[in-house]
């Protein structure tokens, strides 16, 4: 399976802590995409990072990309309890338009 | 500006029944557009896509089909639901000759019983 993988699958920190949630992909990719999912509801996305990009920032979201250990990071600083949902990243494999493989997913809970 | 729409937001069917769930995007022409399917606590299956009317690819075969009558209307369906048809389903969208970001409906909650 070409899925991505995200670590850890649950996380609760405190409001105002940092959060890191890691994913690992299996072959060449031509972007890398997080997104978030309130529960019950589709997904919005927050970021993407190209192949040729190792880090990019969004307002309070850090995303890092290590192609040689086929990886990528989202950091969210300073989270709040409104950040509180599921994130999931997705490797984009070029070719068809079918070629965003999504991982599980980490369940964030950050409490007030 | 661009909106997706997904309905019914729940749905409870019996098993053996018959399904339809419809997606249409608004305020874009030639979409990308598919369906995903998301079990409990697991990530997102990717179902069917459609780069154009007509035109449908499956990435798994199952009890489900789908069809794209018009440019921005997507249906999903089936004959006769299994209970391992449960699950959330999300439409999605992006732009044609681009693999970049989607932009989802809301889902529907479809339980089988």
């Known amino acids: 399976s070409q899925q991505g993988e995200e670590d850890p699958q649950a996380l609760s920190i405190q409001e105002g802590e940092n959060a890191t949630m890691n994913c690992s992909y299996k072959t060449s990719i031509n972007n890398l995409q997080w997104y978030r999912q309130n529960s019950g509801r589709g997904l919005v996305h927050l970021i993407l990072?190209?192949?040729?990009?190792r880090e990019k920032h969004s307002g309070r979201l850090r995303v890092t990309l290590d192609t040689s250990k086929k990886s990528s990071s989202l950091l969210i600083t300073a989270s709040r309890a409104a950040d509180t949902a599921s994130y999931f990243c997705?490797?984009?494999?070029?070719?068809?338009?079918?070629?965003?493989?999504f991982g599980k997913g980490t369940k964030l809970s950050v409490k007030p | 500006s661009q909106t997706i729409h997904q309905w019914p937001a729940t749905l409870v069917q019996p098993v053996g029944s018959p399904l339809s769930l419809e997606c249409t995007v608004e305020g874009t022409s030639n979409p990308n557009l598919y369906w995903y399917r998301q079990a409990a606590g697991r990530g997102l299956q990717l179902l069917f896509y459609?780069?154009?009317?007509?035109?449908i690819s499956s990435e798994v075969p199952q009890n489900l089909s789908a069809s794209r009558p018009q440019d921005r209307q997507f249906i999903l369906s089936s004959k006769k639901l299994l209970l391992s048809d449960s699950g959330f389903y999300l439409c999605a969208w992006n732009l044609r000759g681009l693999s970049e970001k989607l932009f989802f409906g809301s889902g529907t909650q479809l339980s089988v019983l």
């Open positions: 459609s780069v154009g009317i007509g035109q």
């Open positions: 990072i190209r192949s040729n990009e």
């Open positions: 997705a490797s984009n494999y070029g070719g068809s338009q079918g070629n965003l493989i």
